[in-house]
């Protein structure tokens, strides 16, 4: 775990905090689309025959969700080099703007969100916004 800790050390900053909003962007629309509640009863016989079956089901929420926490694991190495007032705020920012960027252009048939004028003005006052604030 130092390996990774020095190593990251000498990437920039500003590097990290977007692969981490990048990271977190991409996958949270994706974990919303992957996961499913399993709403069929079945009895204990029946579960363990369809038991190899339902991990398969899962299996594409599970890559997803294994990516996201890689995601978590860079925010808590970044919060180690950088300053948490700083790194939290930023982090959250980009990950919002690329979770709606993602949901509004590849997922617009699901969550009926549109990418308008009025959508990418809205996410460059909160990215402002965010900046304004922070310096």
Request: aromatic share 12%; proline share 7%.
């Given at each position: 775990m130092d390996f990774l800790f020095d190593h990251l050390k000498q990437w920039p900053?500003?590097?990290?905090i977007f692969l981490v909003g990048f990271i977190w962007g991409v996958t949270n629309p994706l974990l919303s689309m992957t996961s499913?509640?399993?709403?069929a009863k079945t009895d204990k016989k029946q579960l363990q025959t369809n038991f190899?079956?339902?991990i398969l089901?899962?299996?594409?929420?599970?890559?997803?969700?294994g990516i996201?926490?890689?995601g978590s694991l860079f925010n808590i190495i970044?919060?180690?080099i950088g300053d948490l007032a700083t790194i939290a705020p930023f982090t959250n920012t980009i990950?919002?703007?690329?979770?709606?960027?993602?949901e509004a252009v590849f997922f617009s048939h699901v969550?009926?969100?549109?990418?308008?004028?009025e959508y990418v003005c809205g996410l460059l006052c909160i990215a402002v916004g965010t900046w304004i604030a922070m310096t």
């Open positions: 900053l500003p590097l990290l499913k509640p399993d709403d190899v079956q339902k089901n899962w299996l594409p929420f599970l890559i997803v969700f996201n926490q890689v970044l919060l180690g990950g919002f703007m690329i979770t709606a960027f993602v969550v009926k969100r549109k990418m308008t004028l």
